[in-house]
């Protein structure tokens, strides 16, 4: 197994796509700290005294306001005084905030190239007419797949640790080794939650995994599905992006639907989990692990039992 996991790495690292990609998420991470750099400003060391007169300039404001105004003052006071209170510096920027702010972001690229990936990784055997070459070896058929399966999820962690490395180091140049236990205020859906920058960063990351896993092993699946390599990226791309749009349309109807809150969409992004305990009303962290749980192991079987009665005829 060892070997031909090996050898499905060297065909994946054969290809100059898989490199291009490392490079294009370091990229993407450079310049979206120069961009980040330019937009939020240098951290003031003064901001208690301008958060102070921050703070009188509005209570001024509300001696003559409406009572309409009243209330939008009130809270930006309100706000505005959470960040003394909590001893939070808003115009903190380090590196960690860097990748807690922007390089989170940037993870969607690594998911758009494992899909691509995976989704040509079987169907490209077929392409090059290759397949029979491969089944012909002294193997498994299910061995020889779970060996492409396995090089696939390799990669992915090698362009997830890509992004992390790249973003700390960019972070580490642009903006200076900050501490990793900074308080910051995060904006959830219920208000916004006091964390801790690093872990909130990692703890991201870490509900990213599964998200990945999970559509990695639907791009992996259309390429057992397709013998045309262009179709196999062309539907995985496209469940990707529209991914999103869905899961907002099945929030919707999950007021009225039950059956809806169990549909994949809506658990494809855990990192939600980082802001906030529920996504729905009874929808929990643990939950949506289950239900991505059942649709991945029906993923699996499906990949497995498709490829292992398919015809590889030419």
């Not at 060297?10 to 330019?38: D, E």
């Not at 990351?205 to 262009?230: D, H, R």
């Not at 809506?266 to 939950?287: C, S």
Request: charged share 15%.
């Amino acid at each position: 197994m060892i070997a031909l996991i090996q050898n499905e790495l060297m065909k994946i690292f054969g290809k100059k796509a898989s490199w291009i990609y490392l490079i294009i998420i370091v990229m993407a991470v450079l310049i979206a700290g120069i961009v980040y750099l330019k937009l939020s400003g240098d951290s003031n060391p003064n901001w208690r005294q301008d958060t102070q007169a921050e703070i009188g300039m509005l209570q001024n404001q509300l001696q003559s306001a409406t009572e309409e105004e009243k209330i939008y003052i009130q809270n930006q006071m309100d706000q505005t005084q959470e960040f003394l209170d909590k001893d939070i510096n808003p115009t903190a920027k380090t590196n960690w905030h860097f990748m807690n702010d922007v390089v989170i972001g940037v993870s969607s690229l690594v998911t758009l190239f494992v899909v691509i990936v995976g989704s040509a990784n079987v169907a490209a055997e077929f392409s090059d007419g290759t397949i029979k070459q491969l089944l012909i070896r002294p193997h498994k058929r299910w061995n020889i797949l779970l060996s492409k399966y396995i090089a696939v999820i390799i990669y992915a962690l090698l362009l997830a640790a890509t992004l992390i490395v790249s973003g700390y180091i960019i972070g580490l140049i642009l903006f200076g080794s900050g501490d990793f236990n900074t308080k910051i205020f995060e904006v959830t859906l219920e208000g916004r939650k006091e964390a801790v920058v690093g872990t909130q960063f990692f703890l991201k990351m870490l509900y990213y995994l599964p998200s990945l896993l999970v559509i990695m092993t639907i791009g992996f699946m259309l390429s057992t599905l397709f013998k045309s390599q262009a179709l196999a990226v062309g539907i995985g791309i496209f469940v990707l992006f529209f991914s999103s749009t869905l899961c907002g349309i099945i929030l919707l109807l999950s007021d009225k639907y039950v059956w809806a809150e169990f549909l994949i969409f809506p658990h494809l992004d855990l990192t939600v989990y980082a802001l906030q305990e529920k996504i729905l009303e009874d929808i929990t962290m643990p939950i949506s692990l289950s239900i991505l749980a059942v649709y991945y192991a029906i993923f699996m079987i499906v990949t497995f039992f498709f490829f292992q009665k398919r015809d590889i005829s030419i």
